[in-house]
T-cell receptor, first 110, second 114 residues
Framework: RKEVEQDPGPFNVPEGATVAFNCTYS??????FFWYRQDCRKEPKLLMS???SGNEDGRFTAQLNRASQYISLLIRDSKLSDSATYLC???????????FGTGTRLQVTL | NAGVTQTPKFQVLKTGQSMTLQCAQD?????MYWYRQDPGMGLRLIYY???????DKGEVPNGYNVSRLNKREFSLRLESAAPSQTSVYFC?????????????FGNGTRLTVT
């Protein structure tokens, strides 16, 4: 099983829709989780950290389900500018490296 | 505040040539990383430096060497480039390892080896 698994998509949604992505991880010792956004031919940029109790930042909500070992990202009221690839990232508390999923591509259309 | 700066942005090499990718950060971060990104493969860690004076191998270190010149700078060297090293290379930094601090990325270097 891969350390991190993401549905590559693409998810094609109309503007204004709500869309959710999941990311499953295999290491139960994982402690740090993040969602990054990557635009075509650009560097990844931090979208949000994921906390155990779940957290929200505007239209974006991140959840962590330790029992089932996945994190999720919910985007409400999708905008055209949300079109990008979304990468989930995890790491253990003492590990030096962070592991990236291969990304889920989102395309928001008119 | 520049963040993480990588040079060059683009490079074309012939098989067997050598080059060094430069990375510098001005955020006083302790940890620095080199990743490569290939289509369908996601980001894969080449080498990292948890703190000044230390370097460790990541997932795909073969064919590369690194130098943590000082706290700010972390360079990646290809001694004898191969077409399989055609990729986009990202340098990243974070305040420290062992906590929940995220990575901050440079703009990337697009390398083509012919």
């Amino acid at each position: 099983r891969k350390e991190v698994e993401q549905d590559p998509g693409p998810f094609n949604v109309p503007e204004g829709a709500t869309v959710a992505f999941n990311c499953t991880y295999s290491n139960s010792a994982s402690q740090s989780f993040f969602w990054y956004r990557q635009d075509c031919r650009k560097e990844p940029k931090l979208l949000m950290s994921v906390y155990s109790s779940g957290n929200e930042d505007g239209r974006f909500t991140a959840q962590l389900n330790r029992a089932s070992q996945y994190i999720s990202l919910l985007i409400r009221d999708s905008k055209l500018s949300d079109s990008a690839t979304y990468l989930c990232v995890w790491g253990t508390g003492t590990a030096s490296k962070l592991t990236f999923g291969t990304g889920t591509r989102l395309q928001v259309t008119l | 505040n520049a963040g993480v700066t990588q040079t060059p942005k683009f490079q074309v090499l012939k098989t067997g040539q050598s080059m060094t990718l430069q990375c510098a950060q001005d955020m006083n971060h302790n940890s620095m990383y080199w990743y490569r990104q290939d289509p369908g493969m996601g980001l894969r860690l080449i080498y990292y430096s948890a703190s000044e004076g230390t370097t460790d191998k990541g997932e795909v270190p073969n064919g590369y060497n690194v130098s943590r010149l000082n706290k700010r700078e972390f360079s990646l060297r290809l001694e004898s480039a191969a077409p399989s090293q055609t990729s986009v290379y990202f340098c990243a930094s974070r305040p420290r390892t062992g906590d929940n601090s995220p990575l901050h990325f440079g703009n990337g270097t697009r390398l083509t080896v012919t």
